[in-house]
C-alpha cells in the first residue's frame, strides 16, 4: 500500500528505529523523525500492569505525547513492542549471550509480539491501536541459534531476531501482520491518517 503525504500536514515518527522508519517510507509518507526523550526502562518499571496491550498502549502513549507536546500541529506517531512468551518479557537482548538465552527459550515454542501505536497531535493523544501476532519458533539446535546470532547480530531486536532480515528463516509459521513483527503495524495508521486527510489515499 503505498500513500503520499499532503504538504498542509507535518507528521513526526517518535522513535529513531530504523526499521519503523522503513515502514513509513516505503508506504510513501513524508515524516520527520524526532526521538522521544523518554526514560524507557524507567516507565516500563513504573507500570504494574502485566496486561501485554495496557503495556505497550500506555508506552507508545507516552513517547508521542512526549515529542507532540513540544511539536504544535504536527501528527507525531508514537509505538512500542513487546515480544512475550508465558508471563516473560524480553526486552533488546544487547548482548550474544542474552542473545542466545532468549532463543533458546523460544526455539519450538510460539510467543507472541504485541505492538502498541499511539498518534498525538498538540499534546493531546487522538488515536490508539494494538495489534498482536503469533510466531512459532522452529526447533533450533545450539548451533543453528549461534550461528543466526553471528549473521544476522539482532542485539537491538525486540525477542532477539530481525524479521525482516534472516530471522524471518526461523519461523515455522506466523499469524499476524508483518509489520506489527517489525514493530509499527502499517495499515492501520494508514486508513487513521487518510480520514483526517494527512496523506492522500
Known sequence: MSSE????????????????????????????????????????KSFSSNNFK????ALAKA??????SKQKNAY????????????????????????????????GN?????CGISICKDGKEIWSHYAQAALTMKLLSDLEIK????????????GAYRFESLGKNLFSSTQGDETTIQG???????????????IAN
Do not use: W
Not at 495496557?54 to 498502549?57: A, G, I, Q, R, V
Not at 513517547?63 to 507532540?68: G, Q
Not at 550461528?147 to 525486540?158: G, T, V
Not at 509499527?184 to 494527512?198: A, D, E, R, Y
Open 5 to 44: 503525504s499532503l504538504p498542509a500536514h507535518k507528521v513526526i515518527l517518535a522513535s529513531n528505529s530504523s526499521i519503523r522508519k522503513k515502514i513509513l517510507e516505503d508506504a510513501g509518507i513524508t515524516f520527520e523523525v524526532i526521538a522521544s526523550e523518554i526514560d524507557e526502562e524507567e516507565l516500563k
Open 54 to 57: 495496557d503495556y505497550c498502549l
Open 63 to 68: 513517547k508521542a505525547l512526549d515529542v507532540s
Open 76 to 107: 507525531v506517531i508514537g509505538s512500542d513492542q513487546i515480544c512475550c512468551y508465558e508471563d516473560e518479557i524480553f526486552s533488546k537482548p544487547l548482548t550474544k549471550e542474552n542473545c542466545f538465552k532468549t532463543l533458546s527459550k523460544l526455539s
Open 110 to 114: 510460539t510467543h507472541y509480539q504485541n
Open 147 to 158: 550461528d543466526y546470532i553471528d549473521k544476522d547480530e539482532p542485539f537491538m531486536a525486540c
Open 184 to 198: 509499527l503495524t502499517l495499515n492501520p495508521i494508514l486508513k487513521f491518517l487518510g480520514s483526517k486527510k494527512v
